[in-house]
């Protein structure tokens, strides 16, 4: 996971950030990219430990090591609805017609950025 997160910054002054749900990180910038992530969990606070495996849902081209995404090059699949149909499917479900709502929660903290 934490490499994974690492591989947003692989080029130097890219401005993607990836976007996450389900955990939390804080990224040290001024560190050595494959050493900046210093802190990540779950989104209850538990650690995430190198040594287990997650799941993680990406679409189809990062899934294929797009954007240097490479540690999710050849990694088992299972396929789901695509984006926008899934993404549609989760504000009928979530909100049912009514109004929809989002909050910060500060998933991401950058220092020395």
């Known amino acids: 996971?934490?490499?994974?997160?690492?591989?947003?910054?692989?080029?130097?002054?890219?401005?993607?950030?990836?976007?996450?749900?389900?955990?939390?990180?804080?990224?040290?910038?001024s560190k050595p990219v494959t050493e900046r992530v210093n802190l990540l969990e779950k989104a209850d606070g538990t650690p995430i430990k190198d040594t287990e495996t997650y799941t993680v849902a990406v679409n189809d081209f990062m899934a294929s090591g797009g954007d240097n995404y490479t540690v999710l090059k050849g990694k088992e699949r299972?396929?789901?609805?695509?984006?926008?149909?899934?993404?549609?499917?989760y504000v009928k479900e979530t909100f049912k017609g009514g109004k929809i709502t989002a909050e910060i929660e500060g998933r991401i903290t950058n220092i020395n950025n």
């Open 1 to 29: 996971m934490k490499t994974l997160l690492q591989q947003q910054w692989i080029v130097e002054g890219s401005p993607k950030t990836l976007h996450i749900s389900g955990l939390s990180y804080t990224a040290d910038f």
């Open 78 to 89: 299972v396929f789901g609805h695509a984006d926008l149909e899934a993404f549609v499917n």
